[in-house]
């Protein structure tokens, strides 16, 4: 059976009814991962899980080593990775306990280090990533979805935004001009790195708030907080479906 890796965002730095079996500290070439791993049973199944940013919640999003993250889980063993994100909502049908699989992305990040072919190459590699998620897990996920019963849409544009800061009105017009429907900080590079890595991987995003612009107010941390209280439950229930499954 394929082992999952999930890499829980904000909300989820840990799962509920993951049994630990270790606690893997690994370090690799790229530093440690934001921390450790942990490797249990969830659901009658293997399961690693990562908190990406750290345990309790510290390592904002420009700051989370995703290579050290994705190649520590590479080598603990995982050969698919869930990642969970919350996101804000900019299409309107995607309001706030909304969930999505998104299908594309488009990166709007800078400075992060997003690949692991540097250095000393042997030769110049171009992986494919037109099609940033793999269908195939989506699908799968897609299926648990349904099962929940809960409302979601089976494709979205992610938009990944540099952050800590959220975005500006005119921002996130551009990127609804673009064919955003979500935006959020970690969707990249986690993405392109299990691509380079070989790694399946797909992601469920729970709409925390509509993204600036798209309601009356300013974004506050205890609207965002609220929803993520309200809604990620939703996201175990559709794991535990995945795992089941
Ligand atoms: N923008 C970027 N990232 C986010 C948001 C947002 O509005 N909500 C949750 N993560």
Not at 200 to 212: D, F, R, T
Request: proline share 5%; with cysteine; aromatic share 6%.
């Amino acid at each position: 059976m394929t082992v999952y890796a999930i890499i829980g965002g904000t909300g989820l730095t840990q799962l509920e009814g993951l049994t630990m079996k270790a606690l893997l500290n690994p370090e690799t070439p790229y530093g440690a991962p934001s921390a450790g791993i942990v490797q249990g049973d969830y659901a009658g199944r293997d399961l690693l899980f990562l908190a990406r940013h750290g345990h309790p919640h510290r390592i904002p999003p420009h700051q989370v080593n995703y290579r050290a993250n994705l190649w520590a889980l590479k080598q603990a063993g995982a050969q698919a990775v869930v990642a969970v994100n919350a996101v804000g909502g900019i299409n309107a049908a995607m309001g706030t306990g909304h969930l999505v699989v998104p299908h594309q992305l488009i990166d709007y990040t800078h400075g992060r280090t997003d690949t692991f072919f540097e250095g000393e190459l042997d030769h110049v590699t171009h992986i494919d990533f037109s099609h940033p998620y793999d269908e195939a897990l989506r699908q799968k996920l897609l299926t648990a979805l349904a099962a929940t019963g809960h409302a979601h849409s089976d494709h979205g544009v992610y938009g990944c935004t540099q952050g800590p800061r959220l975005e500006t009105v005119a921002e996130i017009a551009r990127m609804e001009r673009d064919g955003c429907d979500l935006v959020g900080m970690t969707g990249m590079p986690e993405a392109v790195l299990a691509r380079e890595l070989d790694l399946p991987y797909a992601c469920i995003s729970l709409v925390v708030n509509p993204a600036a612009g798209k309601s009356s107010g300013v974004i506050t941390m205890a609207e965002i907080e609220a929803a993520l209280a309200d809604g990620i439950g939703k996201v175990r229930e559709v794991l535990v479906r995945l795992f089941k499954a």
